[in-house]
Structures are given as C-alpha cells and as structure tokens.
C-alpha cells in the first residue's frame, strides 16, 4: 500500500511489544507483504526484541497467515527457533494454548528440538483432533522425539483406515527403536506386502534382538519375495547376525536350514564352519540341505578338519558332490588332495563317479593336482571329450599352460556338429548354474546360463530358446517375477519355463502357475530328472 510508511510500523511494533498489545503489533504485521525486504527485515528485527510471550505466537502467526513472505525470509523461523530454543519450557504451554488455532509450526519445532516435555501435549492433541493433516504431521513428530511413552498413541495408528498414516506410523515406531515398539511392529507384518518389507527394513535398521528374531523367523516366509528380503537383510548385517542363525541349525526344517546356509554362506563369517560341519556329522536326509551345507563352507575360510569334505565326493547326489568338491578346490590342501587320491583308486564304478564330478564342477586345484596321475587321466577321459566346449577348452588351457601337451591333446574333443536347442537357465548360485552346463549340454542342449535374471530378460527380448529353467528364490527378482515378465512376450505353449526349487511350498506353487509357470522341478535334479521334464515339455 502506498500511504504505508516503514518506520512508523516498526515504531508501533516497538510501542507494543512495551505495552504488551499482541493485537494491535497484529495489524500492523497483516501489512508485511507490502514493504521491501529491508523494512520488512526490520520489523522482524523490532519484534525479536519482545519477550517469548510476546514474539512467538506473533512469529507464528506470519509463519501460517503469510506464507509467501515466510518462504523468502527464513530468519523469520529462525528466530522462532531461537526462542524456542532459549525457553523450551514455553512450547508445550504454547501447544497446550487456544489462543493459537494453527500449531502446525509448534509441532515441528518440537520435532527438530527433539523435545520430549512436549509429548505429553502432542498426545493429547492428536486425541483429539479430526484434521488428517495434523495428526500425520504430529505422529512423525513423535517418531523424530523417540520417546517410549508415544507408543501406545503410535501403535493405535497401525490400524488405521488411511495408509499415509500407517506408514507414517511404522516409521516413527521405527525411530522410538524400544523392544516394545520392535514388538508392535512385529504384531503388524502379515497383512500387507508393501508394509511388511517397510517393517522389515526398520528392523534391519534397528537390529536389537526382537528385531533379528523377526527377521530370521521371516525366512520361513511362505512367500518367496519375503524370504528373499529377509536373507538379503541379514546378509548386509552380517556377523551380528551369525549366533541367531546358526541356532537355526538345530532345526529339522529342509527349506529353513536352506535358506539359513545360504545367508551364513554369504556372510562368510567363520564362527559358522564348526555347525555347518556339525550338521553334515548329522548326515541331513534331505539333499538340498546337504548341497547348501558344502556350498556354504565352500565361501568360508576353513583351516583346520577340512580333509571331512572329502566324504561329500561320496554323496549318492552329483549336486552334493559337485558341492563338495567346491568347497574341497576353495579349502585345497596336500591332506584334502590325499584323499582324493584314495578315492579315486578305490571301486571303479565310485572312481569313475567322482572323476566326473572333479570335471563338470571345474575345479582347478583339485583338477591341476591329479593331472598328472595316470588313473585320473585315464578316469577324466571318459568324460572330458564329450564335455561342453566350455569345459574342455578351460582344461586345455591349464594343460597347455603347465606344459602337460600330450593330456591337452587328448581332451580336445570334437566339436558337436548337431544343432542343439538352447535352454536357458537362471540361477543366484554359480555352483547350480555349472551343474546346469553339464546336465543340459549331455541332455543334448545347448545351455545358455544367467546369474542375474535382469541380464536373462533382455536376453529374451530378441532371443526365444526352446525352454527357460528358473530357481524361485532370487535377489531383486524372484523366479515367479521373472515367469511374470516372460510372459508379457511369450504365452506357456509357445516358450515352457520349469521352475527348479528346493521349495514346496503351496503358496509358491500357487504363485508360480499363476505366473505362467509349465512344471516345477524339485532340486536336486539330475540328468535323468531333468531330461524327463524337458522331454515331457518340449515332445
């Protein structure tokens, strides 16, 4: 307004905060937005001067009722602050008053200030308030205070009928971070996906004991994408997590040992090689745990007793076996290698068995030190020349390499001059996806392998194999995911995808043929399973 002159209105503003009439400083305030940033600045500088009584609910009054001047004058928050700051006492008076209708400002400063005398005021405001908006912003508030005593208040908007606040709910339970809290978010989880993996993140967060508890007992999750978060979580927390799961090898659930041998496989902390072997002394009936078993001790530091793999080499399972010599060819040693020996001159049918086992599982160490024994190269032959291409032109470099020409030679083989169908299977575990090569190209296939089902679906977006092998539980994209985007381009008659899985589990299975799943196939498999799947499928 043009008849407004600055200096009389900080001139009144000064008469007022003297006689105390918030009023009339009020009125002249309303005019604000109408005087250059100098004058403005100096009316501000004028109020600052009041006692808090005074300058705050004025403060807060700009801060509500003329926003757009606010945001181009910080230090007007950043003298309510500092106010605040110097008598914190005042805040929940100025909550608790009804002389300020918006305390949207309060609330926040209570917030940052992390002011837990202002609690029990922001309790009994969201008791009774109908504004959505308020009560939202006063349950992030608590959260950012962290006071045990907003639980209960916190807990009761678990439950409520707006998401926003269930969200915001969750979070702040997570910031409060007391066992008691960890337990109601607990009680929470089993409703909701997207809340659940919320949960779970908090507790990865927290990682008290209530909250390593949930996340471990999430590995029994019926639901693949679940489980698969819960081991990716316990994975990152890494050895804090170890004595909770290795109390889990006590138990005589195949798919819970599983899951439990592959987080402590890849946490890699070697207080966990004593129960796995342990376990192994046990002889687990089922042989997907014993395969986990030998892959886990496959990825830790083994030093002493590790000669005890070479009983893996026996397994009635090529898997295991395969498994075993790994763990054997990462843990190598003069002691481990004498007993390979032993084996291999022991009967021919099991010598035989074994002397595959050391090929298709490509493990240099173990392959490198029998090379030059006559019975290895002799047993190795049988298989090497028909191996896939991959395979025997690996060893042909190792004997080249270590001046071993004549065994080289002999291994070149001659390439398939067939046209082979191409398969495609996706597996986290580069162990599985070794024993796929050799499966799938002695079943006749030509096998195309992903570690990774991102990198398989670009693939398949220019390619169409004969058939598509899936694991379930996968990072980042699970084996049901991954039928899902397949099938987007591809319908089950026209491209099969088998689903291979230690699990069965009804909802997985449920979820699977809901995708566009063909068949399930139980690990472990072997040429004569896998060959009957493929055949069944693809005649």
Known sequence: MADLNPQHMVEEIQENIRTGDSLKAQLVLAHIGNVDIKSRNRLVYALSKGDVEFTVPLLLYLLTEHQAVTAEMPVIRDTLLSNLLAYPEKI????????????????????????????????????????????????????????????????????????????????????????????????????????????????????????????????????????????????????????????????????????????????????????????????????????????????????????????????????????????????????????????????????????????????????????????????????????????????????????????????IGKDDENIRLKVVAVDDSRMILNIYKATLYELGYEPVLFEFPASAIEWLQNEKPAAVLTDLNMPDITGIQLARKIREKYDAGVLPVIMVTTQNESQDNEAAMAAGINAILHKPFNVKSLGAAMEKLLK
Do not use: W
């Open 92 to 411: 929940e008076i100025f909550l608790r008053s009804p002389a300020i209708k918006d305390k949207t400002e309060l609330i926040k400063v209570a917030g940052e200030l992390r002011y837990e005398e202002a609690v029990p005021a922001l309790l009994d405001i969201i008791a009774t308030s109908q504004n959505e908006a308020e009560i939202l912003l006063i349950i992030e508030n608590l959260g950012l205070i962290g006071d045990p005593e907003s639980i209960n208040t916190l807990t009761d908007y678990l439950y409520a009928a707006n998401r926003d606040l269930i969200i915001a709910a969750i979070q702040s339970l997570g910031q409060v971070g007391t066992p008691t809290a960890m337990h109601r978010l607990a009680e929470r989880m089993g409703t909701d996906n997207e809340i659940d993996y919320l949960i779970l993140s908090i507790f990865a967060e927290v990682q008290d004991q209530i909250s390593l508890e949930k996340l471990n007992a999430t590995i029994r999750s019926h639901y693949a994408h679940m489980r698969t978060y819960a081991k990716q979580q316990l994975t990152h927390i890494g050895p804090k997590a170890v004595p909770i799961l290795i109390d889990n090898l006590q138990q005589d659930d195949p798919d819970f040992l599983i899951h439990t041998l592959n987080v402590l496989g890849d946490i890699g902390d070697e207080s966990a090689i004593n129960p796995i072997r342990k376990l192994l002394a046990n002889e687990p009936r089922s042989a997907n745990v014993r395969f986990a078993a030998y892959e886990a001790l496959a990825l830790l530091p083994l030093k002493k007793g590790a000669y005890t793999l070479t009983a893996g080499l026996t397994d009635p399972e090529d898997h295991v076996c395969v498994a075993a010599a790994r763990a054997i060819d990462q843990n190598y040693s003069d002691i481990l290698m004498a007993g390979i020996r032993n084996l291999l001159r022991g009967p021919e049918t099991e010598a035989r068995h074994i002397a595959k086992i050391i090929v298709n599982a490509q493990v240099d160490k173990i392959f490198m030190s029998l090379a030059e024994d006559e019975i290895f190269q002799k047993l190795a032959l049988v298989y090497l020349p028909h191996a896939h291409k991959d395979i025997r032109e690996r060893y042909h470099q190792l004997l080249a390499d270590a001046g071993m020409k004549d065994f080289a030679r002999k291994i």
